[in-house]
């Protein structure tokens, strides 16, 4: 042995020792913790670990020991012999070592999705501990908020103002708010159940076309269709929007009625081409009612030097009774059109209505009419041109006696009614003629205008009675349903 290299010897023999005993230490309490926690997999590791290093010291060691003893004794052929398998037991120690990292590597990963697991099991076990101790009060909780949550949706279906329906896939109405009651004019328990959606539709083509077109899309924006009412057929129209459901289960359909706003849009229209043509009857008018004078004047002139029997004086009652028919025309045109001055004085109108049923009664007579009425006595005089007032009554009750016709039962009601908050008063007339087909009610106004056979109207009657309305700051409305009759109203403000 040299001297210089014994402290060496010295630490490579005790550090050798030592690294089997902390080796020893490290497997004793790596076993303790195992023991303390036999789930962990950390202390499992570690045990292992500890072992595979302790094997690898404890084979480190003995070879190093081995090694310095042989070499002393002069046994280093021998040493020479063993050291390959002392290099084998380090290296298999290592191989061990990093084995039992890998491994537990994966275990490490398993573990944690193990622990997860363990953890929302856990969760989940403490919920349905707690729900099955409250369950009880949790279900009153959750009614009472659906009962609050039920009453809210229901208010704002009920107190919509605009007509809600709900149908199933098949077209059924399985709920309606009110205001859709009040639309069609039924009660609640006459429609869901009674009535499918297609029963709605003046159309079928028009609900095919509309059940495509929300399958195909799954909603619908201001459809504008034709509506009717199940009870009377009346007819309404109506723009709807609505939406199918996601899975398809029902369609919730919103309809808001413009029946109204059409009447308006159509009287507009109306009352514009009524205006361009009662500004070209006037101009016509005008400029021939004076020829027609003078060709009058002549004729009766011409009448005096006649004797009556003469062919001559027959002719001259001809051009005299034509002619004059003539001036009718004109006048009526210049009624229409506002040229004859209006002489306003204050009035009872029930005493004008008097006066032409007096006029008429004779007509309504002999084709067997009988004509109620039903007057408001509470409206008071009012201004109005009272022979310009008379005309429009007769020619609609003229109108509606022509509309009877032969027809028995025939029967004319005539009611008033004052209107308080609109400070005006309501006048309608109807009958339970024949009617007015719906492809004439947008034209009855205008002039010229006449379902009659020739020489039994000129067609200027209702037009005559509309310019005067109009001139009197009110306004004339007609309702009508082919082969039941038709209501003319008429509204008249009581102030000008």
């Not at 202390?43 to 070879?63: E, N, Q, V």
Request: with cysteine; charged share 25%; hydrophobic share 40%.
């Amino acid at each position: 042995m040299i001297f210089p290299f014994f402290p060496f010897w010295f630490v490579d023999v005790l550090g050798s020792l030592l690294m089997v005993l902390f080796g020893l230490l490290c497997v004793i309490k790596a076993f303790s913790l195992r023991r303390m926690d036999p789930d962990n997999v950390i202390w499992a590791y570690l045990l292992w670990l500890s072992m595979a290093l302790s094997f690898f010291a404890l084979s480190r060691s003995i070879g190093h020991i081995v090694q310095h003893i042989l070499i002393a004794t002069g046994y280093k052929h021998t040493w020479e012999m063993l050291r390959p398998y002392s290099g084998s037991l380090n290296t298999l120690a290592f191989v061990v070592g990093g084995a039992v990292t890998l491994f537990f590597e994966r275990i490490w990963g398993i573990y944690h999705r193990i622990m997860r697991d363990q953890e929302s099991l856990r969760d989940a076990h403490d919920k349905l501990i707690f729900i099955n101790r409250h369950l009880d009060e949790l279900v009153r909780e959750r009614t009472r908020e659906l009962i609050a949550s039920e009453r809210k949706y229901r208010r704002l279906f009920e107190d919509a103002q605009e007509a809600i329906i709900i149908a199933s896939p098949e077209g059924n109405i399985v709920d309606i708010n009110t205001a859709g009651l009040r639309l069609f004019g039924h009660e609640r328990k006459d429609i869901i159940g009674e009535i499918r959606l297609e029963d709605l539709f003046q159309s079928s083509e028009e609900f095919q076309r509309f059940l495509e077109k929300i399958k195909q899309d799954g909603y619908v924006t201001n459809w504008e269709c034709v509506l009717q009412k199940p009870r009377n057929g009346e007819k309404l129209v109506v723009l709807i929007s609505g939406s199918r459901e996601e899975y398809g289960e029902r369609y919730v359909l919103w309809l808001r009625d413009i029946s109204q706003r059409k009447i308006l849009e159509r009287q507009l229209l109306n009352a514009d081409k009524l205006s361009s043509i009662g500004r070209l009857a006037a101009g016509i008018a005008h400029e021939i009612n004076n020829p027609l004078g003078i060709i009058l004047g002549y004729t009766q002139l011409l009448l005096r030097s006649e004797p009556p029997d003469s062919e001559r004086y027959e002719d001259l009652k001809t051009i005299e009774k034509h002619v004059r028919m003539c001036k009718n025309i004109v006048g009526d045109l210049l009624k229409f059109s506002r040229m004859t001055p209006t002489e306003r004085q204050l009035t009872d109108i029930h005493s004008v209505i008097e006066e032409v049923l007096a006029m008429l009664h004779h007509q309504f007579e002999r084709s067997n009419i009988v004509v109620e009425k039903d007057f408001d006595r509470s409206i008071p005089e009012f201004s109005l041109d009272v022979s310009k007032m008379k005309q429009v009554f007769i020619n609609i009750l003229i109108n509606a006696r022509d509309a009877i016709g032969d027809k028995k039962g025939g029967q004319i009601f005539i009611r008033t009614k004052r209107q308080q908050s609109q400070d005006s008063v309501l006048i309608q007339i109807e009958d339970n003629g024949c009617g007015i087909p719906p492809e004439h009610l947008g034209k009855i106004f205008e002039p010229f205008f006449t379902t009659k056979p020739p020489g039994k109207g000129t067609g200027l009657g209702l037009a005559v009675s509309y310019g005067i309305v109009a001139e009197h700051g009110g306004d004339i409305m007609v309702e009508s349903t082919e082969s039941k009759g038709a209501i003319f109203t008429i509204v008249l403000p009581l102030r000008h």
